[in-house]
C-alpha cells in the first residue's frame, strides 16, 4: 500500500515527530496535513502544514510515486537528485550567489545539526573539545545530549532503535558547558555579563588544552541572542586554530545581509524551515562557509552518524561523507519542499514591506499583552547583532513571551507554575467538552525560563512568523491582527476557567 502525502511528512525522525492516535498531532501539537481551523501563532516551537505547502510537497510525492517500481539503489539516487536541487534552492532563496553559496548539509531537526556540528568540530584531533553555548534551555531540549555524541531519543531520524542519553559511538571526548541568559526571576541577564563568563569560560577551556566551540544563539525560544556575536568572533580571533564560531539560527528568524555576514565571518549557521518559515516540523539545513568545508570535507565521518543521516545529505565533494550510508529519507525532502514554498512566498515581499508588517503586527500583540490582567510579558533585549548590516526585519522583534498569572492568598499576582501552564497550552489545542472555548489556538510551547519561590515557571509565546507575514500582504493586516488578538483571547478564557 502506498503511503499518504501526510504520512510521508510525518516520517524520517525521531520519536518527537510521531502522531499521537489519540490527538492526531505531533509532540510539538502539529498535524501533518493543513489544520484550517487552528489559529496558528506558535512558529517558535512549530506550524501544521500551510495549504500551499502541502500541496507542494504532495506534487512532488506524486511524481515519486511514479518511481515505485524503481530499485532500491534508483530511489536513493531519485533522493539524492531532488536533495541536490533543495541545497540549490535554500541558497539561492537565501540570496547567495554560486561564488558567495555556503555549503549545505541537511538533517531532520536542529537538534540532529547540533549532532552533526560538534562531531565535524571534533574531527580525528585527540584534543578534548568544549562546546560552550549561551542558553541550552533555550534551544533544544535534546541538545546538549546531541553536542556531546550521545543520543537524544530512542529512535534516530533514520528509524535506528537507540538508547537515549547513551554514547553514539563516535568515540569522541567532548564537554558541554551551557551560561544562564535569564535570571531566576526571568528577567534578562545583561549581554555584557553574558560574554565576560563565556570568555572566562573559554579562558579557561585554551588553558587546560581544549579546543572550543562557541555557540551563539540567534534567536532562542524567549527571543533573545545571547553570547553577543560580537564576543564570539572576537574570542574566535584570538585563536582561530583552537576555537571556532556556530550560530544556532534554527529559529530562521535572520535577513539575507544577517546570514551573508556570518557565513563571512567564517561560522556554521544551523537553520530550519520549520520555525520563523512556518514549514512542516523536522528539517535542518547546517550552511558551512567554503574555508571551514575546505577543512572538514575530507574528515572521515563517524558511521554511527549513518542512524542520523544519508550521504546525499551532504554536499557530493564531502568525500568523507562516503562512510554513510546511501539512505533515502523522503520525508525529510519532502518536508523541505513544503518549507521552501512557505519561503518563496515570503521571500516575494519587499524587504521594506516585511519591516512594516511585522513592527505593526508587534505592536497589536504588545498591547494585547499588556491590557489582559491574567499576562505578565517576558521582557526581550532589543535585538542588536552588532554586524553593521542594513536594517530589516530581522532587526524586530518576532518572539512574545508572557507568564500566565493568577492571585495568591495575598492578592499578589503570582505567575502559574509550568505544569499548569502546559495544561492550558494543550486545552487551546482542542476543543474539549466543557471548555466553553470557540476556537482554537497554538502558540509557542511552554519553556522554563524562571525559577520562583522554588517553582519552575514557563512562559507561553506568541509569534509572528513567515505565515502571517504572507497573510497579512494578500488578506490585509488587519485579519490576521485580528486572529492574534483572537489567540489571546482565547487564552485569558482558558486562564480565567481554570482560576475558577
Known sequence: MRSTTAEVLAAGGDERIDIVPSTGRNRYGCTPHPDSGLLAFGSSTATPVSEAGFRAAEILHDRLQTHAACTQQQKQQLY??????????????????????????????????????????????????????????ETGN??????????????????????KNTQIGTGTKIEFASVPIRNGDGTPRPVQEIDSEVASLTQEAIRSSRRILLIVVDVSKTGMIAPSPECAFHLRDTNPDRIGVMIDACQ???????????????????????????GPSFCG??????????????????????????????????????????????????????????????????????????????????????????????????????????????SLQTIYPFFLMRRSADRKPVPLGHAETVSIHQTLQTRQPGTLLPARCQLGQPVICADIDGVEVSALRICIGARQVVEAASLGEAEVAKRAIAALDLTAKALERVMN
Open 80 to 137: 539524492a537528485e531532488h536533495m541536490q536541487r533543495i541545497r540549490h534552492e535554500l541558497a539561492a532563496l537565501c540570496e547567495f550567489t554560486t561564488r558567495s553559496a555556503p555549503d549545505i548539509i541537511f538533517a531532520a531537526s536542529g537538534t540532529d545539526l547540533h549532532l552533526i556540528a560538534a562531531q565535524l568540530s571534533a574531527g580525528s584531533d585527540p584534543m578534548p573539545l568544549r562546546i560552550i553555548m549561551a542558553g541550552a534551555n
Open 142 to 163: 535534546g541538545v546538549p545530549m546531541a553536542a556531546t555524541g550521545r543520543h537524544f531519543s530512542n529512535r534516530s531520524a533514520l528509524g535506528r532503535a537507540v538508547e
Open 285 to 394: 539545513a547546517l550552511l558551512v562557509p567554503k574555508p571551514l568545508s575546505l577543512r572538514y570535507r575530507a574528515e572521515v565521518l563517524p558511521t554511527a552518524l549513518s542512524a542520523y543521516t544519508s550521504r546525499a545529505d551532504w554536499p557530493k565533494h564531502w568525500t568523507g561523507a562516503a562512510t554513510l550510508a546511501n539512505a533515502a529519507n523522503f520525508g525529510l525532502l519532502l518536508r523541505w519542499e513544503a518549507a521552501l514554498c512557505e519561503l518563496k512566498r515570503f521571500r516575494a515581499i519587499p524587504p521594506d514591506q516585511v519591516y512594516g508588517i511585522v513592527g505593526r503586527l508587534g505592536a497589536v500583540i504588545e498591547k494585547q499583552l499588556s491590557m489582559q490582567p491574567g499576562f505578565q510579558p517576558l521582557p526581550v533585549p532589543r535585538i542588536d547583532r552588532g554586524l553593521h548590516t542594513p536594517m530589516q526585519w530581522d
Open 252 to 278: 530562521f528568524r535572520l535577513a539575507p545581509p544577517s546570514l551573508h555576514t556570518y557565513i563571512a565571518r567564517g561560522a556554521m549557521v544551523a537553520l530550519t524551515g520549520s520555525k520563523f518559515v512556518t
